[in-house]
T-cell receptor, first 114, second 115 residues
């Protein structure tokens, strides 16, 4: 099993460009999350999806949109990238019934906006 | 809002020795979960240990154990017999009521295990 996969692993954008970060999981988990990690800091929640068909804002949602395409996939879109969005982005999943609160993370996407 | 504070930005320990990483948190909830995650240079976030607030017994996982002081809102991680592979960033995290929807992370402690 691959667990949680993210594409791409690295990306460089120019200010104003758009892109979509992809996340897929084969763990059959209901909940999925997008975080960003800035240098020297912990992860901050951008958006989450408690179940297929639902999405909610986290701590830092401005400048991002998400789509929960199906149970397996959760994408994060930057419509007009800004240098402040340079960060490492992590996707995560969880299944609160079996293991409440525990989250499983993908390998991350390093995004640089010039 | 919940906050999680890790007051030690960096720590080092000799191989085979014991080290303790500190974490404090602020909450008005009575039931919640606490976690320690490890992030090695590969960037992968790995769960080290979890603690349920309603359980008084401190969690242990092999060489890793916690000292959970609910009244003091303190949650420290003890690593015994430190190994070179323990070198990583360690993040303390809080989850309200096990809902799994809003993990709040501390700023992290960079641990270096020296040979």
């Amino acid at each position: 099993n691959a667990g949680v996969t993210q594409t791409p692993k690295f990306q460089v954008l120019k200010t104003g460009q758009s892109m979509t970060l992809q996340c897929a999981q084969d763990m059959n988990h209901n909940s999925m999350y997008w975080y960003r990690q800035d240098p020297g800091m912990g992860l901050r929640l951008i958006y989450y999806s408690a179940s297929e068909g639902t999405t909610d804002k986290g701590e830092v949602p401005n400048g991002y949109n998400v789509s929960r395409l199906n149970k397996r996939e959760f994408s994060l879109r930057l419509e007009s990238a800004a240098p402040s969005q340079t960060s490492v982005y992590f996707c995560a999943t969880s299944e609160k019934v079996a293991r409440p609160g525990e989250q499983f993370f993908g390998p991350g996407t390093r995004l640089t906006v010039l | 809002a919940q906050t999680v504070t890790q007051s030690q930005p960096e720590m080092s320990v000799q191989e085979a020795e014991t080290v303790t990483l500190s974490c404090t948190y602020d909450t008005s909830e009575n039931n919640y979960y606490l976690f320690w995650y490890k992030q090695p240079p590969s960037r992968q976030m790995i769960l080290v240990i979890r603690q349920e607030a309603y359980k008084q017994q401190n969690a242990t996982e092999n060489r890793f154990s916690v000292n959970f002081q609910k009244a003091a809102k303190s949650f420290s991680l003890k690593i015994s017999d430190s190994q070179l592979g323990d070198t990583a960033m360690y993040f303390c995290a809080y989850d309200r009521s096990g809902a799994g929807n809003m993990l709040t992370f501390g700023g992290g402690t960079r641990l270096m295990v020296k040979p």
